[in-house]
Structure formats: C-alpha cells, structure tokens
C-alpha cells in the first residue's frame, strides 16, 4: 500500500464513511434477525412477521442508497471494466 | 385440470424457448452486441440459482412443518450481499484478477496450485451436490405426477423414475449445449446465464402469482389473511434458537460456498459493479420469494384435505380452486427453479471434475508433456461434457437409492452443511495469510468425514447406510461415539449437532495445522496476492528466468486455447516486448501471463503443472519470493534505488559536463598557448634578426652604434634564452619528471638566499622581517622553494606601484602547515583578475615593462605542487600578497 496522507480531503473522508456504513450494516441487519430467536417462545405470528420483513426492506433500502452511493463516489473507481448503472 | 398431454406440450414450448433465447444470446455475445447481456439485471437475475425447487417447493413445505424457521434460509445470504463490502467485493476481483473457474480453482489456487486440494474440494462438491440435484429431479417429477393423468391417483414408482430419467437426460443435453461451447470458462457461458435469467422472471413472478391468488383470490386481503395467519396451527409454533441461529449461519455459508453460486457470483461476473447492485436487488429477490410463503402454507394446511403433501400447495392450491393457468405458471416456475440449478450446478461441478481430475491424470498419462500431438481443448471438452454426463447419472442414481419419499428441505439442508465445510478454507485463503496447505486439507477432510458420519451417512435411514444399533449406541457400541450426539451431547437437533461438530473440527485443525505447519514459497507468493488482492494490482511473479522454448510454449498453448487465441495472444506478449512475430522472450512476466490465460481455461493448478512441464521446473526462487512477500518494503527499496540512480546519473552527467568544459577550455588554452609562445618567441627573434641585419650592412657606423646594437641582440637573446629556460622549467614541472632533492633546511636562510639573490632588482623597496617568527625548519627542496620565494620578491619589486615600496614577509605556523606570506602595499590586483594570474603568459601590465614572459606565477604553482604545497593570492591584505603554504609533514619547529 502506499504511504496515504493521513488526512484526506472532504471527498475522500466522505468516501471512506461510506465504506464504513456499507461494513456496518451486515451487523445491524445481523442484531435485527436475530431479534426473532430471543423471542423464541411467542413464535410465528401476524406482529413477527410484520417486523421481520419491515425489518428485511429497510436493511434492502438502506443497502440500495448505500450501493448508489458508493458507485457514484468512485469508491469502485480502482476496478476496471465499463461503467454501469442498476437497473 | 389441464390435460397432462397439454402441460407436456406446454413444458417442451418452454424449454424451447428457452433454448432459443440461449442460442440468441449467444449469437449476440459472440457478434459483440452483448450490451444488455452484461447488465446487473442479468447478473442479479442469475444469483436466483439460489432459489431453486427446495424454495419453490419446499419453502411453503418447511413453513407448514416449521413455522417461520424456513426465512433463515434466505436471511443468511441476504446478510452476506448487504455485507458485501467485506467479503464478496474481494472474492469477486481474485476471481477476476486470477481467472478462478471454480471454487475448487480457488481454494486450490490460493494454496501454491496445489491439485490435491482441487481433487479434496471436487469431491466434497460432488457428494454435496448430488443429493440436491437429485432434490431437483424429485421435485420436477412430483410436479408432473400432479397433473398426471387420474389425478388424486399417484403414480407409479416405474413412472416417476422414467420421467426423473427423461428430466435428467434433457438437462444434460441442454448443459452440455450451452455449457461447453466455449472452453474459456472466463469467457462465461451467456446464453445459460440469460437463460437463467429468464427462468429466474418466471419462477419469481410464478410464485407472487400464487401467493397473490391466495392472499387476495382466497384469504380476502392483507387483514384476513394476517388474521387467518394468527388463528392457524402455525401461529405460536415456536422458534428454536439454535435451530435459527445455525441456519442463519449455514445459509450465509452456502451462498459463498455452493459450487452453482461461486459459479454465477464470481466467475460469471462481468463487472465488479454489477455486485453493487446485486447487493440490495438480491436481497429484495429472496424477500419477494418468500414474501407469500407464509400466508400460502396457512391457506393450504386450511384448504387442502389432511395428508395432502405440503410440498406442493404452491400447485395443488391454484388446482383445487381451478385455476388451470396459474398452475401451469407455477408448474413453469417450479421447473424452471430445479432446471437452472442443475444446469449451473452441473456446469460448476464439470469444470471442477475435468480441470482437477481428468485433466491431471491425463496429464500423468501423457507424460511425455502437454505438446505432444493432440488437440488438448477437445479433451478438456469432452471431459466436461462426459462430467455433465456423470453429475446428472449420478443425481439421478441418488433419487432411486433415497426412494425420493424425503422431505424436500432435509436434503437441501444436508447439502448447505456440506459444502459449507469450504467456508474456513475460503474465508481464511483470502483473508489471512497464514493460512496453509496442509491446514486447509487437514480442515477439509476432517470437516467433511464429521458432516458423513453425523449427518449424511444417517440422512439414509435406518438401515440405509448405518445400522439402527450404531445410530443407536454408537460404534462398538461407544455411546459417545453416537452418529448423532457424539460427547454425549443428545439434546441437540442432529443438523445442529452436525454443524457445530463439522465446522469446529474443520475451523480447529485449519488453523492448528496452519499455525504448525509452514508454507511453500508458491503457497505464500499466492497468499499475498489473494489476500493483499486490492493493494497487489500488479501479479507477482511465479516464475524465475525461464529457459523454455517460445515454440514448445505456443504449441501448447494453441492445443488449449485454440490456434487463433493463442497466436493473438503471444503476438500482443511479442508486440509489448517490442519483437515482432509470434514468439516472444520467455520473461517471467509472460510466463505469469500465459499461465493466467490457461488457467482460465484448466483452472490454476493444471495450468500451472502444464507450464512447468516445458519450462522444466516450478520452482518460485526465494528472492522472488521475498520481493513479492514485502511489496511495501520491495517499492520503497526500489524507488530508493532509482532515486539513488538518477542522483549519481545526474552526478556523472555533471562530471562529464564539467570535463567536457575543462577540455574546451584546454584546447583553447593550449591554441593560445601556442599564439602567445610563437609571439613571445617572435618578438626577440624580430629585434636580434634586424638589428643582425643592420650590422651585416656595417658601412659607416661608429663602434658606439656597433656596440649598441650587439649589446641589444645580446639582451634580446639572453631574453629568448630565459623564456626557453622558463617554458622548459614549466614543461618538467608540468610533466612531473622533476626531481625534488628535498633536504633539512631553515626558513630564514632561504628567506636570505631569496633576497640576495634579487638585491639587484630590489631598489627602493623596503623588506620587512620577523625573524623571530621565521624560526623553522623544514623538509623540502630548498632550491625550488627559493626559486618560489625569488620569484614573489621581485614580482613585488616589479609591479608594486607604491610611493615608498615595501614588502612584508610573514611567517605563520599553523596546525597543517607552514605559511609564508609576502605583502607589498602597492594597489593589489584587481578581483577579476586573481583568478588568472597563476596561468601562463598572463600579464596583468604592459610586458614590456614587466620585461618577463609571464610564465613566473605559473612556475611557482607547479612548484608549489611539487612540494605538497601551495600558493595562492590573498586578498584584502592592503596591496598584492601571496601565501606560500608547506605541510606540516614538511615543516618541523626548529
């Protein structure tokens, strides 16, 4: 790796939180499925399932922003190939 | 219900269409139209290999046995795709960058090329894919005995297993098709990708179909359906904890692992972005897939009679309210789910099976090497298609043992574990670097013998495989030996025992055996690379100087890529090298690069063997090794070194441009030299040649002319004698032929010498002493340095322009040396000519008046030289001094 500076410009910080945000999110979606196994004794019902899709979109959603972000910052600019957009 | 004749006719339209739209995307692929072929939507639509007919199928089954446990099966991938900034960006470029076909390429590739991995990883596929191809032809199977003619009627065992051979034959044949048109693996199969994409459509828009019917068409809406939900058998049905937590973990797992998923996710990529969007779209593809899985198991275990399988209300509830063509839609859907993972499946497992089996043995076969005669690409090629062959035999084989009477789920859950024994080899291959061979065979093999022995083996049934008294009591009767609760540990479910036993012995000897064990340098080159695989852009080098012949290396080559490709390519390698024609320099570089494009095509560890079978060895030198091992401190070293370079080019350019200017000024010196010698010598020569001549004439002069004019050509000539003593005194100074008679002398007295010597020219000038301070004796020739001190003495005598001339010597001991300094206080000689005043002929005054050739200062520096010394002008002193300075080796206090 080369020797980065230690500080980056505002674009470059922005950047690099956004890859944080796109790390941290497998641990929140992680804590919120296993939501259902502390509960384990209620089991199935209409609120579970109400929650546990709510819960599966928002991650999706949140995801899908992230994603957007990520490609239109260039955080994928180290790779080659054509540009794309998501359908 | 649908006559069967028609759903058959039906079934053939699709899978028509679905082999022109194959055969159409590769047209276009082929003719470089491929625009809309390589989009993320084709890449997302393609991961829903992942839903096959357990999902289709079984989802619906497992929630009405289950409960909600079946949603961990797609919560797990969806944890892996949001989080695919951490594992799967990285997995996808070292598939990209390394040309990995496989996931057993992978693994073997990671760890130095080694086969036997690729063979451990083949196999453990193969037995754990089997089983879920086998599911898929089940599934099929009882979807058609459906609509089978008599209805409620089952069928025949005799007819299944002939529709489950049709099923598996026509799957074959369109793999085989579309699967091994290309042998470049990397070229990626794009008419079964777009083929699967269609699938992937129909299946997900099949089951919303479904699911809205029976929310809407027979629950009466959301509510309804939500309260329906809460007064079911399934509402309370608990969760169990383990159960959910492992399979959450198991399901993450596999969509890393399973040989059809690291097929479509990683080396049918196209773009690293597509990932981008296949990390939330993929997610949204399993949630819309199991949005209605819930409400159509609630709705079936209400509607359908008693004992009607749970595995197949996706279709018999549609049937049972009539609706003929939204069950033919689901029917479609079901089989398009169990026909793309066959096909992907048997695809990824041919590859595996031809690039690390069949190839290698026929690689030892043909010992002779890989360019004895024969086209090694129709090889590979019908050792795919024969592997596709056997894979489909093989799942096939498997429904008639198992007697296909399973639940759905089981099986596939059985499979999950199975593969999911890769994970420590795969996840610690690209992220730690530690990680060895003989750790990742270790964990392989021990992870795989516990997942038979605690969960495949016992999958069979009693009596299938193991005996109801070892599931029982354990082997020789060990109880805690038990298949199914080894250290006594009963209370868990078996497919949790299974995985917390199978992972830990796996994740324990990988890392132990890793710790212990060290690596070969090919394995630790290829550790850096895959795990340092975002900073590594440039390969490392894997081959030392190769004595190979380009030729022998072309011949292969062409045997394995085709005539065209390879000669493309080995023009492009010769052209980067500046050569023209095809053979380029056998470099390590182009080495790197050949094996590369080979191994897209055998996977790495074939290519690898291939290479090194012309080349001679396959040996990574260890500076290699070491350069690859620290690239940072290998970078720095470099650009010190280059830095360092262009300092001393930069030092060696200044040289010789100081040298070159130090000639020019030579060669001009010496041409000036020589004009001023032959005027200096023309001169005299000028007056002694007339005045000659006006005595030869001689008539009528008196002896006072005579006198006059003899007494003139006798000074002119003793002059032109002085200045022949002068220039040959500086020629053997110069030359260095003179020889120093160096002697113990004192100061003063050469001091004395030097001012008898000049008493005559002195005149008005004043000398001023120190005789206390000239006290010193030294070693050194004392003629040359009189000769030095006579010189200054009348220099001052002569061109000092003072009123009342005087000269000072000063006598100065320093720590080095001896300086003597004689200073007159006449005006001193102006800055810019101190520097030229030891040079030859220059004369600061008109020469006649100096009446000396101007060769006295230079006389004096040559002889200063001589002695070790020097003399140089002082300035600021208040006239013109100069500094005779004498080492000390020379000088010794008297």
Known sequence: MGRAPPFLA?????????????????????????????????????????????????????????????????????????????? | MIPFDVLVAICLLYVALLFGVAFLAERRAAMGLGGWLRSPAIYTLSLSVYCTA???????????????????????????????????????????????????DLISSRYGKSNALGVVVTLIAV????????????????????????????????????????????????????????????????????????EAVVKLVALLAVGIFVVWGIGGGVTATLDRIETSPLAGMPIQPGRWIGLTFLSAAAILTLPRMFQVLVVENEDERHLATASWAFPAYLMLMSLFVVPIAVVGLAEMPPGANPDLFVLTLPLAHGQDGLATLAFLGGFSSATSMVIVAAIALSTMVSNHIVMPVFLKLTATGATMSGDVRKIVLRARRVSIGGVLLLGYLYYRL???????????????AGVAQFLPALLGGILWRGATRAGAITGLTLGFAVWAYTLFLPSFGQGGVMGAALLAEGPWGIGWLRPQGLFGMDGLDPLVHAMVFSMGANVLGFVTVSLASFPNPME????????????????????????????????????????????????????????????????????????RELAGSVGAATAHAMVSQIVGRSAVSVEDLMKVADETAQMMEYSSQLEAKSEELARTARQLREANEKLTELSVQKDAFLSQISHELRTPMTSIRAFSEILMAGDGMGPGEMRNYSRIIHEESLRLTRLLDDLLDLSVLENGQVS???????????????????????????????PAAERVRLMTDGDRLSQVFINLISNAHKYCDASAPELTIRVREGRDGVAVDFVDNGSGIPEKSQAIIF???????????????????????????RLGGSIVYLPGQGGAAFRVSLPRARAQAA
């Not at chain 2, 619906?60 to 594992?87: D, H, K, M, N, Q």
């Not at chain 2, 009627?153 to 699967?179: E, H, K, M, Q, Y």
């Open chain 2, 839 to 865: 040079e030859k002929f220059s004369r600061l005054s008109d020469h006649r008046k100096a009446g000396g050739a101007g060769l006295g200062l230079a006389i004096c520096r040559e002889i200063m030289a």
């Open chain 2, 54 to 104: 357990w999902t289709f199928y079984g989802a619906v089954g497992y929630a009405a046995r289950s409960g909600l446990e079946f949603v961990t099966i797609y919560l797990g991938p969806t944890l892996v795709f949001i989080g695919w900034w951490w594992t799967l960006r990285k997995l996808v470029r070292i598939g990209r960058t390394q040309r990995i076909t496989s996931i057993a």
């Open chain 2, 740 to 770: 120093l008679n160096a002697q113990e002398v004192a100061l003063p007295d050469l001091i004395d010498r030097a001012l008898a010597a000049t008493v005559g020219l002195q005149g008005g000038l004043a000398i001023r002493r120190d």
């Open chain 2, 127 to 198: 037995v754990g894919t089997t089983p879920y191809i086998a599911l898929q032809l089940q599934s099929v199977t009882l979807s058609f005995a459906v609509f089978a003619p008599g209805g409620a009627v089952p069928w025949a065992i005799r007819d299944l297993n002939s529709s489950a051979l049709t099923v598996a034959a026509g799957l074959a044949v369109f793999t085989i098709l579309f699967g091994t048109r290309n042998l470049d693996a990397n070229e990626r199969h794009h008419g079964v990708v777009t083929a699967i994409a269609v």
């Open chain 2, 402 to 416: 198992s007697g296909g009477s399973e639940a759905l789920a089981a099986i596939g859950l059985i499979s999950f």
């Open chain 2, 524 to 595: 630790r080159l290829q550790a850096a690379q895959f795990v340092n695989v975002f900073d590594h852009s440039a390969p490392g080098q894997g081959w030392s100087q190769g004595r190979a012949e380009a030729e022998d290396l072309l011949l292969m080559a062409q045997r394995i890529l085709g005539p065209d490709e390879a000669q493309g390519l080995f023009q492009r390698a010769a052209a980067d090298q500046g050569k023209q024609g095809f053979l380029p320099d056998i470099t390590p570089e182009f080495l790197q690069r050949l094996e």
């Open chain 1, 10 to 87: 505002r674009e470059g910080y922005r950047r690099r939180r956004l890859a944080d945000m796109a790390r941290l999110l497998p641990l929140v979606g992680l804590a919120l499925f296993l939501m259902p196994a502390l509960d384990a004794r209620d089991g199935l019902s209409a609120p579970m399932l109400i929650y546990l899709f709510g819960a599966w979109a928002g991650l999706i959603t949140v995801s899908a922003i992230l994603a957007r972000r990520l490609c239109r910052s260039g955080a994928m600019d180290d790779s080659d190939g054509p540009q794309a957009e998501g359908p």
